[in-house]
């Protein structure tokens, strides 16, 4: 019998995991001795933080990065293939949502290893959630080109998405140019096409507020280096 890879979500802000992972993901988590992980710093971090009783220098890790290719995940599952579950990190929030994991996922389906995905925080779609926005219909952008022109153009693209078809566009950037992008946006969109700032999500800073482009030109909050979501939507 095989075992499984458990995807585990990682908290997004608060430190009190508590708020937002459920004590069945701890349960899990403590059973694994295997963990596949995008940083090996911060994977560490988080299991000390949810009290892991094991010990962490004797736990195996993989890395999964941007820089990860099919070869090198060839042997990540070897544990699962073995009768023990295998866990899947991610850095913060869900793992395998704008966030590695597809390669290590997808090897497991094909090897016929249950992949298990748990309860967890997303700042996307909390952030949607508290937009006001569509939520029937909305697609997940990632990161906008850096180039100035190029980012402006992939924000019309985006704006009429949302004015065709109604469906809600959600994006990130880097926290040392969300202040850029909140200006771009204002400067590029229509005036009464809807803006939605997510920062902060789940700590106590957290600020989430929808108004139309044109209002964003002069009332404008500090985003510098704050974990924000971007969202355009009617």
Known sequence: MSGRLILFPVHIGCDDLSHSLPAYNL??????????????????????HAGYPHSIDSTTFFLLNEHTGEADVASYLDAAQQGEDVGLLSEAGLPCVADPGRLITRQAQQAGIEVVPLVGPSSIMLA????????????FCGYLPVDRHERATAIRTLEQRVLRNDQTQIF???????????????????????????????????????????????????????????????
């Open 172 to 234: 990130i950037e880097a926290p040392y140019r969300n202040n850029q992008m909140l200006a771009t946006l204002a400067e590029t969109l229509h005036h009464d096409t809807m803006v939605c700032v997510a920062c902060d999500l789940t700590l106590p800073s957290q600020y989430i507020v929808s108004r139309p482009a044109s209002q964003w030109r002069n009332d404008t909050p500090n985003l510098h280096k704050r974990n924000t979501v971007f969202l355009i939507g009617k």
């Open 128 to 139: 949607l959630m508290a937009s006001g926005f569509n939520g029937q219909n909305f697609a």
């Open 27 to 48: 349960d899990l988590l403590y059973g694994c001795h295997t963990f596949i992980v995008e940083e090996l710093r911060t994977a560490r971090r988080f299991l000390k």
